[in-house]
Protein backbone atom coordinates (compact mmCIF):
# COMPACT_ATOMS: atom_id res chain seq x y z
CA UNK A 1 0.00 0.00 0.00
CA UNK A 2 2.08 2.55 -1.18
CA UNK A 3 -0.28 5.61 -1.55
CA UNK A 4 1.24 8.68 -2.86
CA UNK A 5 5.49 9.30 -2.69
CA UNK A 6 7.01 12.19 -3.37
CA UNK A 7 10.96 12.38 -4.16
CA UNK A 8 13.60 13.50 -3.41
CA UNK A 9 12.44 14.09 0.06
CA UNK A 10 15.27 16.58 0.51
CA UNK A 11 16.98 19.03 -1.98
CA UNK A 12 19.28 21.43 -1.76
CA UNK A 13 20.35 23.70 -5.49
CA UNK A 14 21.44 27.16 -6.36
CA UNK A 15 19.47 29.87 -8.23
CA UNK A 16 19.16 29.92 -12.07
CA UNK A 17 18.86 25.87 -12.27
CA UNK A 18 16.29 23.59 -12.93
CA UNK A 19 14.65 21.17 -10.46
CA UNK A 20 12.24 18.85 -10.69
CA UNK A 21 9.83 17.46 -7.83
CA UNK A 22 8.50 14.03 -8.40
CA UNK A 23 5.12 12.73 -7.08
CA UNK A 24 3.57 9.29 -7.90
CA UNK A 25 0.07 7.83 -6.43
CA UNK A 26 -0.43 4.43 -7.03
CA UNK A 27 -4.39 4.48 -6.23
CA UNK A 28 -5.39 5.74 -9.97
CA UNK A 29 -7.19 9.18 -8.15
CA UNK A 30 -8.23 11.62 -11.25
CA UNK A 31 -7.07 14.76 -9.51
CA UNK A 32 -3.80 15.61 -8.09
CA UNK A 33 -2.11 19.10 -6.60
CA UNK A 34 0.83 20.41 -5.91
CA UNK A 35 1.08 22.46 -2.50
CA UNK A 36 3.99 25.17 -0.76
CA UNK A 37 4.06 25.37 2.60
CA UNK A 38 5.80 28.05 4.16
CA UNK A 39 5.92 29.81 8.05
CA UNK A 40 3.17 32.55 7.88
CA UNK A 41 1.51 31.65 5.00
CA UNK A 42 0.20 28.02 5.52
CA UNK A 43 -0.78 25.73 2.71
CA UNK A 44 -1.12 27.43 -0.80
CA UNK A 45 -2.20 25.88 -4.15
CA UNK A 46 0.29 25.85 -6.87
CA UNK A 47 -0.90 24.29 -9.77
CA UNK A 48 -4.02 20.92 -9.72
CA UNK A 49 -5.15 18.30 -12.07
CA UNK A 50 -8.14 16.66 -12.44
CA UNK A 51 -7.66 14.37 -15.00
CA UNK A 52 -4.56 13.20 -17.64
CA UNK A 53 -3.53 16.25 -19.61
CA UNK A 54 -6.05 18.44 -17.89
CA UNK A 55 -4.04 21.23 -15.44
CA UNK A 56 -5.38 24.46 -14.19
CA UNK A 57 -3.29 27.28 -11.97
CA UNK A 58 -3.67 27.73 -8.34
CA UNK A 59 -3.27 30.31 -6.41
CA UNK A 60 0.99 30.76 -6.64
CA UNK A 61 1.54 29.12 -10.05
CA UNK A 62 4.40 31.96 -10.95
CA UNK A 63 7.98 30.78 -11.69
CA UNK A 64 6.29 26.70 -11.95
CA UNK A 65 5.16 24.30 -14.56
CA UNK A 66 3.33 21.37 -14.36
CA UNK A 67 2.78 17.82 -16.64
CA UNK A 68 0.54 15.16 -16.09
CA UNK A 69 1.10 12.48 -19.21
CA UNK A 70 -0.18 9.57 -16.73
CA UNK A 71 -3.04 9.29 -14.47
CA UNK A 72 -0.20 8.37 -11.56
CA UNK A 73 2.33 11.04 -12.44
CA UNK A 74 2.10 14.76 -11.51
CA UNK A 75 5.54 16.27 -11.69
CA UNK A 76 6.68 19.56 -10.39
CA UNK A 77 9.49 21.62 -12.06
CA UNK A 78 10.98 24.62 -11.51
CA UNK A 79 12.54 25.98 -14.64
CA UNK A 80 15.04 28.74 -13.09
CA UNK A 81 14.98 28.51 -9.13
CA UNK A 82 14.88 31.37 -7.44
CA UNK A 83 15.38 32.01 -3.11
CA UNK A 84 11.25 32.76 -3.08
CA UNK A 85 10.82 29.26 -4.35
CA UNK A 86 12.75 27.77 -1.07
CA UNK A 87 9.64 25.88 0.80
CA UNK A 88 8.43 22.46 1.49
CA UNK A 89 6.50 20.69 -1.14
CA UNK A 90 3.25 18.78 -0.91
CA UNK A 91 1.86 16.46 -3.38
CA UNK A 92 -1.70 15.47 -2.99
CA UNK A 93 -4.74 13.21 -4.72
CA UNK A 94 -8.27 12.68 -4.20
CA UNK A 95 -10.34 10.23 -6.53
CA UNK A 96 -13.84 11.70 -6.65
CA UNK A 97 -14.75 15.93 -6.22
CA UNK A 98 -16.18 15.45 -2.57
CA UNK A 99 -13.97 12.96 -1.49
CA UNK A 100 -10.83 14.69 0.77
CA UNK A 101 -7.28 15.10 -0.01
CA UNK A 102 -4.35 12.21 0.94
CA UNK A 103 -0.75 13.86 1.09
CA UNK A 104 2.64 12.66 0.59
CA UNK A 105 5.39 13.56 3.39
CA UNK A 106 7.03 16.74 1.35
CA UNK A 107 9.90 17.65 -0.52
CA UNK A 108 12.15 19.92 1.65
CA UNK A 109 14.14 22.24 -0.98
CA UNK A 110 16.39 25.00 -0.19
CA UNK A 111 17.70 27.20 -2.73
CA UNK A 112 21.09 28.92 -2.32
CA UNK B 1 -11.94 35.44 -2.39
CA UNK B 2 -12.63 32.24 0.03
CA UNK B 3 -10.66 32.36 3.75
CA UNK B 4 -10.20 30.53 6.57
CA UNK B 5 -8.56 31.92 9.73
CA UNK B 6 -8.31 29.13 12.63
CA UNK B 7 -7.18 30.15 15.96
CA UNK B 8 -5.53 30.09 18.28
CA UNK B 9 -2.37 29.83 16.27
CA UNK B 10 -0.68 27.96 19.42
CA UNK B 11 -2.30 26.14 22.28
CA UNK B 12 -0.54 24.70 25.51
CA UNK B 13 -2.86 21.86 27.29
CA UNK B 14 -2.22 19.68 30.22
CA UNK B 15 -2.76 15.86 29.46
CA UNK B 16 -6.48 15.62 30.40
CA UNK B 17 -7.54 19.19 29.99
CA UNK B 18 -10.34 19.61 27.48
CA UNK B 19 -10.35 22.68 24.96
CA UNK B 20 -11.56 23.39 21.40
CA UNK B 21 -9.98 24.92 17.92
CA UNK B 22 -11.87 27.44 15.98
CA UNK B 23 -11.97 27.63 11.82
CA UNK B 24 -14.04 30.65 10.70
CA UNK B 25 -14.66 30.83 7.14
CA UNK B 26 -16.14 32.64 4.32
CA UNK B 27 -16.58 30.93 1.21
CA UNK B 28 -18.96 31.20 -1.91
CA UNK B 29 -21.11 28.23 -0.91
CA UNK B 30 -19.96 25.32 1.07
CA UNK B 31 -19.25 22.15 -0.56
CA UNK B 32 -17.13 20.84 2.34
CA UNK B 33 -14.94 21.50 5.40
CA UNK B 34 -12.41 19.86 6.17
CA UNK B 35 -9.85 18.78 9.17
CA UNK B 36 -6.56 17.76 9.06
CA UNK B 37 -3.75 16.73 11.56
CA UNK B 38 0.15 17.54 10.50
CA UNK B 39 2.81 15.98 12.69
CA UNK B 40 6.34 17.45 12.34
CA UNK B 41 8.06 16.27 9.04
CA UNK B 42 4.54 15.10 7.47
CA UNK B 43 2.63 16.10 5.28
CA UNK B 44 -1.50 16.60 6.21
CA UNK B 45 -3.41 13.23 7.53
CA UNK B 46 -7.38 13.34 6.82
CA UNK B 47 -9.46 13.94 10.25
CA UNK B 48 -12.71 14.90 9.12
CA UNK B 49 -15.42 16.22 6.65
CA UNK B 50 -18.78 18.38 7.49
CA UNK B 51 -20.96 19.01 4.81
CA UNK B 52 -23.87 21.18 6.48
CA UNK B 53 -24.45 23.47 9.22
CA UNK B 54 -25.40 21.31 12.51
CA UNK B 55 -23.28 18.24 11.19
CA UNK B 56 -20.94 16.80 13.78
CA UNK B 57 -18.17 13.83 13.43
CA UNK B 58 -16.28 11.95 16.37
CA UNK B 59 -13.08 9.97 16.40
CA UNK B 60 -11.38 9.17 19.57
CA UNK B 61 -10.58 12.44 21.82
CA UNK B 62 -11.59 14.19 18.84
CA UNK B 63 -14.96 15.83 17.98
CA UNK B 64 -16.18 17.97 15.14
CA UNK B 65 -18.61 20.61 14.51
CA UNK B 66 -20.06 22.83 11.82
CA UNK B 67 -22.25 26.16 11.70
CA UNK B 68 -22.98 28.54 8.76
CA UNK B 69 -19.82 30.60 9.69
CA UNK B 70 -16.93 28.61 11.56
CA UNK B 71 -16.09 24.64 12.41
CA UNK B 72 -14.83 23.88 16.10
CA UNK B 73 -12.60 20.83 16.92
CA UNK B 74 -12.88 19.61 20.19
CA UNK B 75 -10.20 18.05 22.25
CA UNK B 76 -11.37 15.87 25.20
CA UNK B 77 -9.16 14.38 27.82
CA UNK B 78 -6.28 14.90 24.82
CA UNK B 79 -3.10 12.85 25.48
CA UNK B 80 0.52 14.23 24.61
CA UNK B 81 0.02 11.81 21.29
CA UNK B 82 -2.41 14.43 20.19
CA UNK B 83 0.51 16.96 20.32
CA UNK B 84 0.17 18.44 16.58
CA UNK B 85 -0.52 21.43 13.87
CA UNK B 86 -4.54 21.31 12.99
CA UNK B 87 -5.42 22.17 9.68
CA UNK B 88 -8.83 23.65 8.66
CA UNK B 89 -10.05 23.63 5.19
CA UNK B 90 -12.93 25.02 3.00
CA UNK B 91 -14.00 23.57 -0.42
CA UNK B 92 -16.30 25.93 -2.30
CA UNK B 93 -19.56 24.60 -4.51
CA UNK B 94 -18.12 25.90 -7.65
CA UNK B 95 -15.39 25.57 -9.18
CA UNK B 96 -12.83 22.59 -9.64
CA UNK B 97 -12.90 20.86 -5.80
CA UNK B 98 -9.77 22.91 -4.28
CA UNK B 99 -9.29 23.52 -1.04
CA UNK B 100 -8.66 26.84 0.87
CA UNK B 101 -6.68 26.02 4.10
CA UNK B 102 -6.64 28.05 7.45
CA UNK B 103 -2.72 28.52 8.85
CA UNK B 104 -3.39 25.77 11.41
CA UNK B 105 -3.40 25.72 14.96
CA UNK B 106 -0.13 24.26 16.64
CA UNK B 107 -1.19 21.70 19.61
CA UNK B 108 1.02 20.62 22.65
CA UNK B 109 -0.14 18.72 25.30
CA UNK B 110 2.44 18.17 28.34
CA UNK B 111 2.17 15.27 30.21
Known amino acids: DAGITQSPRYKITETGRQVTLMCHQT?????MFWYRQDLGHGLRLIYYSAAADITDKGEVPDGYVVSRSKTENFPLTLESATRSQTSVYFC???????????FGDGTRLSIL | EDQVTQSPEALRLQEGESSSLNCSYTVSGLRGLFWYRQDPGKGPEFLFTLYSAGEEKEKERLKATLTKKESFLHITAPKPEDSATYLC????????????FGKGTMLLVSP
Open chain 2, 89 to 100: AVQASAGYSTLT
Open chain 1, 27 to 31: WSHSY
Open chain 1, 92 to 102: ASKGQVNQPQH
